[in-house]
């Protein structure tokens, strides 16, 4: 499907609208959800809603609708998987005597902490992952962004840029 700058889309997986920001190719685009996040998408994962249609069950039946008369059927690994994980690696949080410790030091105890974490909830039912890097000079959070790439999840910049959430 062909996609332009401006146009609104529906995501096929998830029950998110958006915009398309930036065209970097014929088969990825950058949108901007509705809730305001900045994602990077293979154009085969989304939907063009067409001018004059609102109606998202006019996409097939894939997508929810609140029109719809009938409640749509989810699995049961979807009906599981709903909470919510935040990690928060600000390390005054993970260690009370980190003052005398080198730079190097504490990033290795933050790393540490956020391999533990991410493992911890690939192996349970959560199905969202904030991980809280903070703004800083951007160390951290460029590590972390290394890490989700290294277990190949999809993550996403927060607007502030002081955490990554990653989804299941």
């Not at 990690?87 to 956020?114: A, G, K």
Request: aromatic share 8%; proline share 1%; glycine share 6%.
């Amino acid at each position: 499907m062909h996609f332009n700058i401006g146009d609104k889309v529906l995501f096929k997986r998830n029950k998110l609208k958006g915009k398309i920001l930036e065209i970097k190719s014929t088969y990825k685009v950058i949108v901007i959800s509705t809730d305001g996040f900045e994602l990077e998408v293979n154009t085969n994962e989304l939907a063009k809603i067409e001018r004059y249609t609102d109606n998202a069950s006019s996409y097939g039946n894939n997508f929810s609708s609140k029109d719809s008369k009938s409640k749509p059927v989810i699995s049961e690994k979807r009906k599981k998987k709903k909470a919510k994980l935040k990690i928060d690696l600000h390390i005054e949080l993970l260690r009370s005597n980190f003052e005398n410790m080198h730079n190097s030091e504490i990033i290795r105890i933050q790393l540490d902490e956020c391999h533990r974490r991410i493992q911890q909830a690939l192996n349970s039912e959560v199905s969202q992952l904030e991980i809280v890097h903070g703004i800083g000079e951007g160390i951290l959070r460029a590590k972390v962004h290394l890490i989700l790439r290294g277990y190949q999840l999809r993550f996403y910049l927060s607007k502030d840029g002081g955490s990554t959430e990653v989804f299941f």
